[in-house]
């Protein structure tokens, strides 16, 4: 690529950039100001740390933090385990329609979130999981997404070392741990990034499966600062959701740097 065109590539990917972050850098900039700074648009007079302080005495954010990071840890857990065991069924046992289920398991990606709340509201509900970590979690261990993702990364594993490993005598769950997981775990650290990034930004349901604050995850928090009555303190909701923003940025920095290193080994084999 000629050097003019690499530096229009790199100023439009600047660009780019910048507008995309542009919002997350304002809310950045407006969580150390003041509310009369923010409300009248003009340039900050100071900068402080008072609405961090704010945030955290305004209401139990480290609750719903440890809330959210234990039900996204437990879904992302959940994922990854059933949509791995699936994914290997569909791929290395033999089975009669094999493959019309698979198509009509995958048919369920079409079937809208806000479709099966209600169902999965009267399920928790009548086993008495509301105000729990399993009503919050359990609803979304099966993974349609994942199943495909990991069943399309596990039919490159050569079928000569199933068929050796069955040599060996060794069997099912032992080739899948020691041999399917291992080879495949790129893909598996790009769908547990995927399912806790999801868990941890859900809102609706954690609002329908919850009553109380001493299960709710940090996106009811953020939402109980705001208030219909009085008007909003716009620099604590923004130091808010700067403190929310923080552990994705840093699960999204780490997952991609074990990313990378995952696709220069499978390029060095």
Do not use: C
Request: aromatic content about 14%.
């Amino acid at each position: 690529m000629p050097i003019s065109k690499k530096i229009i590539f790199y100023i439009l990917l600047i660009i780019s950039a910048l507008v995309v972050f542009a919002p997350t850098l304002m809310a950045f900039v407006m969580s150390f100001m003041s509310n009369k700074d923010i409300m009248t648009g003009s340039l900050p007079t100071s900068l402080s740390f008072d609405n961090y302080v704010k945030a955290f005495g305004q209401f139990p954010l480290l609750k719903y933090l440890f809330n959210s990071l234990i039900v996204s840890i437990v879904i992302m857990l959940g994922q990854l385990i059933l949509s791995s065991l699936a994914a290997y069924a569909f791929v290395f046992l033999e089975f009669k329609g094999r493959d019309v289920l698979f198509y009509v398991f995958i048919a369920t990606m079409m079937v809208p979130f806000e479709a099966s709340i209600i169902p999965n509201f009267h399920i928790i509900r009548d086993l008495g999981w509301i105000d729990t970590y399993q009503g919050l979690s359990i609803p979304f261990f099966a993974l349609a997404f994942g199943t495909f993702l990991l069943r399309q990364n596990f039919k490159q594993i050569p079928k000569e070392l199933r068929e050796a490993s069955q040599i060996a005598g060794m069997g099912d769950f032992k080739f899948y741990l020691s041999v399917v997981l291992p080879i495949s775990r790129t893909s598996l650290l790009t769908l547990g990034v995927y399912g806790f990034l999801t868990s941890w930004n859900m809102y609706l349901w954690p609002l329908l499966a919850t009553t109380n604050d001493n299960v709710r995850t940090v996106q009811i928090g953020l939402k109980q600062l705001q208030t219909q009555e009085q008007l909003n303190d716009w620099g604590v909701i923004m130091a808010g959701a700067i403190i929310v923003v923080i552990p994705t940025l840093i699960l999204l920095f780490l997952g991609q740097n074990k990313l990378q290193k995952g696709l220069t080994e499978g390029a060095l084999k």
